[in-house]
């Protein structure tokens, strides 16, 4: 493992391309090339050779810089653990100390750069049906583009019919004990447990704890409101049948000097939309980009996010809206940490990164 110097080698991380419907890319395995991340034949004389790969569209994609990759020629975040520490950043460097805090406005939004939203979650903006309270968080009004959050307190006793009609649903509680029934089947819940509807299918909510059941729904793709039902939906997808995940120490994966664990993804039949509980040590990422969209819920600890020009706090109970492509650093000022949830879309891998 190279030391923290290393970190800012310009192959620590990988390259973004915009690929053309059926051309052929020679993607340089060896590392040589000076045409990185494509071959120019500096490979002659070895035993490497190029790995070609044809678009199936016109693509957006992130090939492997570091040659570490099990995913060639593609990124699978495998650069994040060639050094000690993820990449960080000064907080108190020249630059940084002249970019500016925003404030939320009376939506209790921070508005920072490209789309970037810090939100607060107001009490009195909740809708109340029944013993549900809700409203959406993140949606097209914060310029979101494949998914929407929405944020749902159940109090004793069980909740109307919801669905998202035919998206994904990826939810998360963060506080509370009772069930999640989807279709006719029902499932225990409580705080720090990821939950999966699949397309077509519809949940309640029910709660049985002295605290109201708090959990945050993103649905994807983007939906503009929870529609609500008179009759429970009965459908449920039995080729998927675990539909909760819940935290495991065992499960947890390295990136850096950071940890996450996947919740909802690929292992439980999510192969488009992957929800994922992470761990920040005290300090600034370097700035980065994905090109999955991208939702967090803060759940302990505090900081800042940062854009190119602008900065918001954050602290937990907050909702932070990352899109596409936007540069962005999450700092975590707590001594003790910070603990995420986040839900990324179109997406499966949240350590890749650029
Ligand atoms: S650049 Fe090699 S795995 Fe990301």
């Not at 495998?78 to 990449?87: D, M, R, V």
């Not at 949940?203 to 983007?222: D, I, Q, T, Y």
């Not at 039995?238 to 994966?253: G, K, M, N, Y």
Request: hydrophobic share 35%; with cysteine.
């Amino acid at each position: 493992m190279a030391d923290d110097a290393d970190a800012s080698a310009s192959h620590a991380k990988p390259c973004y391309a915009e690929l053309v419907a059926g051309r052929t890319y020679l993607w340089c395995a060896c590392g040589r090339s000076r045409a990185q991340p494509f071959c120019d034949g500096s490979h002659r004389g070895t035993t490497f050779r190029p790995l070609p790969y044809t678009a199936k569209a016109d693509e957006e994609v992130l090939f492997c810089a570091c040659k570490e990759t099990r995913t060639p020629p593609f990124c699978d975040g495998a650069h994040n653990n060639l050094f000690a520490t993820y990449k960080q950043d000064d907080p108190d460097s020249p630059a940084n100390r002249a970019i500016p805090s925003i404030s939320a406005g009376r939506d209790g939004k921070a508005r920072l750069d490209g789309g970037c939203t810090v939100c607060s979650i107001d009490d009195a903006s909740l809708e109340t049906r029944g013993v549900i309270r809700h409203r959406r968080i993140i949606g097209a009004e914060d310029g979101a583009l494949h998914q929407s959050l929405f944020y749902l307190e159940c109090s004793r006793g069980s909740s109307p019919a919801a669905s998202f009609d035919d998206r994904h649903v990826v939810l998360f509680a963060t506080g509370g004990q009772g069930r999640i029934v989807i279709g006719e089947r029902a499932f225990p819940i409580g705080a720090n447990t990821g939950m999966h509807v699949r397309p077509g299918e519809g949940f309640r909510l029910e709660s049985n704890g002295n605290e109201p059941l708090k959990v945050f729904a993103a649905a994807c793709p983007r939906a503009d409101a929870i529609s609500w039902h008179d009759m429970p939906a009965s459908r449920f997808d039995d080729r998927f049948p675990q539909r909760t995940v819940t935290l495991d120490p065992a499960a947890r994966q390295r990136m850096g000097d950071r940890f996450f664990q996947m919740l909802v993804d690929k292992t439980i039949g999510s192969n488009v939309v992957a929800q994922f509980i992470g761990d920040i040590p005290q300090s600034k990422a370097t700035p980065h980009r994905h090109l999955y969209e991208e939702s967090l819920i803060v759940l302990s600890g505090e900081g800042w996010m940062w854009t190119e020009s602008r900065k918001a706090p954050v602290r937990a109970g907050d909702v932070i809206f990352l899109p596409r492509k936007q540069v962005h650093s999450l700092e975590c000022t707590a001594p003790a940490g910070m603990l995420v949830v986040g839900v990324i879309y179109p997406g499966d891998n949240p350590s890749i990164n650029y």
